[in-house]
């Protein structure tokens, strides 16, 4: 009677642990930190728990196999006693169907559909067990004997997730409706965010406005007014000679002050240079926590190759930002059959609207890729085919490219189905 309770109870405790096991593997730490400012039972209890995985799940699988091999042990003397050997072999097979079925399959299965459930339930029992002196020091004592056998790593090992995976894991919460579809798009952006080059994402040198340092300040003034700038940069000898940044606010205050036919280098502010290899959400937390509002991006040889603001590394993540000043043509438009694009289109997100697999290379946008194909600078109707794309050159203004018309080489429209959410969320966010 003692050998059938024993069984019995080793089968019950393999089967909570399997559950634990399975739940503790499956909850997050994300998860369990909600979980706790919820206020749920055994919230905490689960985080702590989660914080050091392998040092948990350790005594629990070896809890799970001490209980089964138990079980195995002592069903194996019954049938011995009972019925002799030549049962021992069906006993065997009739064993491994019940562990499988109810201390393994439906266990973790019910903890898979409840995990979160599980988790808090099971948490205390862990904590408990993980509490108990002679369990660690036989785990320990176990995982140092593993440890002798497995190859010398050099590092640490971590988990971690990729981009891929952390879109895929988005992807599903949008499928499962845990997050709307701009939620995901942010969290899209985010991602992009860590791979964009800031050479991707500022003014180029030929559409920066700037103002020699001798420019009195009431021309500067004019200068921002006209182009709807709040900050301008003061070049000295030249464009590739950026000597400061001046705020608007600041030259209208020495303007009332009576001040304002004064050289406006005499009011300038120090420049933040920063390289067009630096990328974009590093750039973006540095310009945060400098207060930089503004920033001159530089090429490898010193010269100026543009500019950056704290408004264009958020536009990357929330799209375009417009305001009653903004009046540049449109990277971006459609018309039937195809498409229109300036030539500072980035060919990355080109191909993100239209579904195309336009080249990427030492060019960023659809003008440098024009560029390096032809071999020259192009005059207006030029045309050329890549990737199945027609692309006709419809403009050209100092020898910049400032229209591209697209369209499929079969003569099919493109399909613009990823452009039509673009837009349409780029409508609400301007709204």
Not at 256 to 264: L, Q, S, Y
Request: glycine share 8%.
């Amino acid at each position: 009677m003692i050998g059938i309770v024993a069984v019995v109870v080793f089968f019950l405790a393999a089967a909570v642990l399997a559950a634990a096991e399975t739940s503790l593997t499956s909850v997050t730490r994300a998860r369990a930190s909600a979980l706790r400012e919820e206020e749920r039972k055994g919230a905490e209890t689960l985080e702590s728990l989660l914080t050091n995985r392998e040092r948990v799940l350790s005594p629990v699988l070896l809890l799970v196999l001490a209980f089964q091999l138990g079980a195995a042990t002592i069903i194996g003397g019954l049938v011995q006693t009972w019925w002799g050997s030549n049962w021992i072999p069906l006993a065997l097979a009739v064993e491994i169907i019940a562990f499988f079925v109810l201390a393994e399959a439906v266990p973790k299965a019910w903890a898979l559909q409840n995990s979160s459930r599980a988790a808090l339930a099971i948490a205390p029992l862990v904590s408990a067990l993980l509490r108990f002196p002679p369990l660690r020091w036989i785990t320990s004592a176990l995982l140092a004997i593993a440890a002798l056998l497995l190859p010398k790593q050099t590092g640490r090992a971590s988990v971690v997730a990729s981009d891929d995976e952390l879109l895929a894991f988005a992807n599903a919460a949008v499928e499962s409706d845990v997050i709307d579809a701009s939620e995901h798009r942010l969290i899209e952006s985010v991602i992009d965010l860590g791979d964009t080059l800031a050479r991707e994402v500022m003014v180029p040198r030929p559409d920066m406005v700037t103002v020699s340092a001798d420019t009195s300040v009431s021309e500067a003034i004019g200068v921002a007014i006209n182009n709807g700038f709040s900050r301008v940069p003061i070049c000295g000898e030249g464009v590739d000679d950026i000597v400061g940044t001046v705020h608007v606010k600041s030259l209208v205050r020495i303007e009332r002050a009576g001040d304002g036919a004064a050289p406006v280098g005499e009011h300038l502010s120090a420049p933040h240079f920063v390289p067009e290899t630096k990328q974009a959400d590093v750039l973006l937390r540095e310009m945060r926590r400098n207060r930089v509002l503004l920033a001159i991006v530089v090429d490898e040889y010193g010269g100026t190759a543009g500019l950056i603001t704290l408004e264009d590394l958020l536009e990357e993540l929330v799209g375009e930002i417009v305001d009653e000043f903004d009046v540049e043509a449109p990277l971006f438009e459609t018309f039937r059959g195809g498409v229109r694009v300036h030539g500072r289109m980035p060919v990355d997100e080109l191909n993100d609207l239209i579904e195309g697999e336009l080249p990427v290379g030492d060019w960023d946008t659809v003008g440098g890729l024009i560029f390096n194909s032809l071999g020259h600078v192009p005059s207006v109707g030029e045309s050329l085919e890549v990737s199945g794309l027609h692309l006709v050159v419809e403009a050209v203004s100092d020898r910049r490219i400032t229209s591209v018309r697209i369209r499929e080489l079969s003569g099919k429209r493109l399909d613009l189905e990823a452009e039509k959410a673009d837009l349409a969320d780029k409508g609400e966010r301007a709204e």
